[in-house]
């Protein structure tokens, strides 16, 4: 920590939309791009409708300035009303609480809606400390002044794990399943490291889809029009009406991206002859690719496993990037390549006896986590 920052004195600003600052001015804050905390990203889920008082997402991000009145730190944040499009559930949690007769809601999160991707969200230059531990506080003072139940930070980075931790906040841990570039070459140069039984089976489902007839498109930047979100969007739906049967996003969202953000975007696309029959919208970061949303018009066997996972193994060997998160859940990924990773979310809770009980069920997770990441590695398809 420099002297400079350990000695400033912050003051808190809060934004009711993020139209309320300048791109230039948060983005300076965000030095690896990623894509999730972009000022664009936030711009096109509140424009769109996505978030929002009547979402249940009411838009309170966070500002910290030092006494020249610099911007020195800054938390996408909002006060929820629900749990629902976080990825962290704490579902138990709330009606724990609210079975002692307390209210859990709303409650203070610093997150990227609707995104389980890991990222900062303590936005800062790296070794700005203070600054970052000034956003903490102005959360647990949000808590405090409000009377609200607890402040959590979802998908935390480890880069700033450990200031939470420092700072007294409960650490949760989850598990995601990533792709890890090993330099290859090309989709056979990974494959001829995985075993005999697993090689066989990827190129058994690839060789299904082929056979099928289905051919692939991938679709970045200014080559994407409204028209390839309009299949996008139908995919997208189809899929969500049969799975969960509730649509986070809206339809203005996917062009407002475009807008601001189209030369992050990879859209993949599977054609039977000239038909579109399934979608996969991902996000190119500096040395990942984060799959997202998908979406499918029908059942094919083996299309879900083709678009989302090999399809972007493909392009992230294609264009050297290191990793492909292919977002939350998903043991039937392991088969294909992907590994178990730990993610992290931070939790600051008021209410003392509530804080020990959750600290004792965070410790009993940990073991199960642990248990089911160390049989995952067992199984590994590598060689």
Not at 183 to 190: H, I, K, L, Q
């Amino acid at each position: 920590m420099d002297n400079k920052s350990q000695d400033s004195v912050f003051t808190l600003h809060t934004l009711a939309s993020i139209n309320d600052i300048s791109a230039a001015e948060w983005d300076k804050l965000n030095p690896s791009n990623h894509p999730f905390v972009l000022h664009g990203f936030l711009a096109s889920l509140e424009n769109s409708g996505c978030v929002g008082h009547e979402t249940g997402w009411d838009i309170l991000h966070l500002c910290v300035y030092d006494e020249s009145g610099a911007l020195r730190a800054a938390m996408p944040h909002y006060l929820k009303y629900h749990s629902y499009g976080e990825y962290i559930f704490d579902h138990s949690w709330a009606n724990a609480y609210e079975r002692s007769g307390q209210t859990y809601y709303p409650k203070s999160l610093a997150a990227v809606p609707f995104t389980p991707v890991p990222g900062p969200r303590l936005l800062a230059k790296q070794d700005d400390i203070s600054a970052k531990r000034a956003l903490l506080a102005g959360m647990q003072a949000i808590i405090e002044n409000n009377q609200l139940s607890s402040a959590h930070v979802n998908f935390i980075d480890l880069s700033d794990l450990s200031i939470a931790q420092e700072d007294g906040w409960l650490i949760r841990e989850g598990l995601q399943f990533h792709w890890h570039n090993q330099d290859y070459d090309d989709f056979d140069g990974f494959l001829e490291n995985l075993t005999s039984r697993k090689r066989k089976n990827i190129r058994k489902e690839r060789a299904s889809i082929k056979n099928s007839g289905i051919r692939f498109e991938h679709i970045t930047a200014d080559l994407i029009n409204p028209h390839h979100w309009d299949i996008f969007y139908q995919c997208y739906l189809k899929t969500i009406e049969k799975k969960w049967g509730g649509a986070y996003l809206t339809r203005a969202f996917f062009d407002s991206l475009s807008e601001t953000l189209a030369d992050k975007i990879l859209l993949i696309f599977a054609y039977q002859e000239d038909t579109p029959i399934a979608g996969a919208l991902n996000f190119i970061g500096s040395d990942s690719l984060f799959g997202r949303n998908w979406g499918g018009l029908y059942d094919v066997p083996f299309l879900h496993f083709e678009t989302c996972y090999y399809q972007a193994i493909e392009f992230a060997i294609r264009h050297k990037l290191k990793r492909v998160e292919a977002g939350a859940q998903g043991v039937h990924k392991v088969p294909r390549g992907y590994l178990p990773v730990k993610t992290y979310s931070a939790h600051k809770i008021l209410n003392p006896q509530f804080e020990e009980a959750i600290l004792q069920f965070l410790k009993q997770e940990v073991i199960q986590n642990e248990k089911e990441a160390q049989y995952i590695n067992q199984t590994s398809p590598y060689k």
